[in-house]
């Protein structure tokens, strides 16, 4: 009986003594960030079946590399792209969206900055953006995004530009 009471103690101190640990998996999501692109008249000038795109004229400097347009072998990629043509439209109307990325919060990418030339004569503009990870709550990305000073308020990185 003795010797039951202790196995029983040690077991009870043993369970006493563990505590569950909660494992928590956050899965991040990569962004692009986009681009439509159309003319005074509203064409998309991304489309690759419009004979005046723009596709061949556009260049990007992003951290000392320059990236040219080119359309993707698949619909989505997990890694840095450079500059890619979507293989879908998106928005209203439904345009063509052209993409720097993917970039991941995990980079902790914070006030960076690329330019951008259209290739219509009117020089480079700039885009500023903070992707990261809260330090205080993992949970928590911030992010923040501009196109020639201008903030986009959507949750999707997407600028419109109208070549006149």
């Not at 008249?41 to 723009?54: E, F, K, Q």
Request: charged share 20%; proline share 4%; with cysteine.
């Amino acid at each position: 009986m003795k010797k039951t009471l202790i196995f029983f103690s040690m077991i009870l101190v043993f369970l006493a003594g563990c505590k569950k640990q909660e494992t928590r998996i956050i899965d991040y999501y990569p962004i692009n960030i986009g681009f439509q692109v159309v003319d005074a008249n509203g064409n998309d000038m991304l489309d690759p079946s419009n004979s005046n795109n723009i596709l061949g004229d556009v260049q990007i400097q992003y951290n000392g590399t320059a990236y040219s347009c080119k359309v993707p072998s698949k619909a989505y990629m997990e890694s840095f792209n450079g500059l890619t043509l979507s293989n879908e439209k998106y928005g209203s109307p439904a345009l063509y969206v052209m993409n720097l990325g993917e970039f991941s919060p995990i980079g902790d990418y914070r006030n960076k900055t690329f330019s951008i030339d259209f290739g219509d004569g009117t020089g480079t503009h700039t885009v500023e953006f903070t992707f990261y990870i809260s330090k205080k709550n993992a949970m928590n990305v911030i992010h923040e995004f501009k196109f020639n000073g201008e903030t986009n308020t959507t949750n999707m990185p997407i600028f419109k530009y109208t070549i006149h």
